[in-house]
C-alpha cells in the first residue's frame, strides 16, 4: 500500500495530524524532522545555526530519499521539502500526496514559539511568513490533494484525509 505524505507551510499541522492519521489507520508514523534530529544528535534551529539552510536541506534530502523507500506510512515533511523537486517526485512515486493549507493568521498564530522554526526567527515574522508562503504557494499546489485546516482541530483533519482515500 501506498506512503501518504502530508506536504504543507509550516503550522498547517503535518506533525499533528500525521501522528493521528497513523494511529488511526494503524500504520508507521514518520516525522522527517524527527528523523533527521535523531540522526545528527541536533534540533532542527541548532543545525540551521551550526552548518546553515542548504547543509539541512541536504540531511532532508537524503531521509526523504531513505523513507521513500518505505511502504504504508504516514510520512509528515518539513515546510521545505517542496523545494527540491527530486523530493517531490520520490515522495510521488511511493505515496499519496496530500498539502495541508491554513490562513495566514493561523500559521502566524501556531508559529509563534520561537526558537523552534529558524526561518522565522526575525523580526519581520508576519512579512517573512507572508513571503515564505507565496513563493512556495504554487509548490505545495502539486499535491494530489489540499486542505485547509483553518480552525480545523488535527483529528478532524485526518478523519478528512481517511474519507479522501
Ligand atoms: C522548514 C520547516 C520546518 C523545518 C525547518 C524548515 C521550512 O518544518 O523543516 O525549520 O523550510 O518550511 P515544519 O514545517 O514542520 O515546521
Known sequence: MKNIVLIGFMGTGKTSTGRLLAGRLNRTFIDIDKKIEMQTGLAISEIFQLYGENHFRQLERDVISRVSR????????????VLKQENMIRLKNTGIIIALTASLETILERTSRRGVRPLLDCEDRAERVAKL??????????????????????????????ALL
Open 133 to 162: 508562503f507565496n513563493d512556495r504557494a504554487s509548490l505545495y499546489m502539486k499535491a494530489d490533494y489540499t486542505i485547509d485546516t483553518t480552525n480545523m482541530p488535527p483529528h478532524h483533519v485526518a478523519e478528512k484525509i481517511i
Open 70 to 81: 518505505y511502504h504504508n506510512a504516514v510520512i509528515a515533511t518539513g515546510g521545505g521539502v
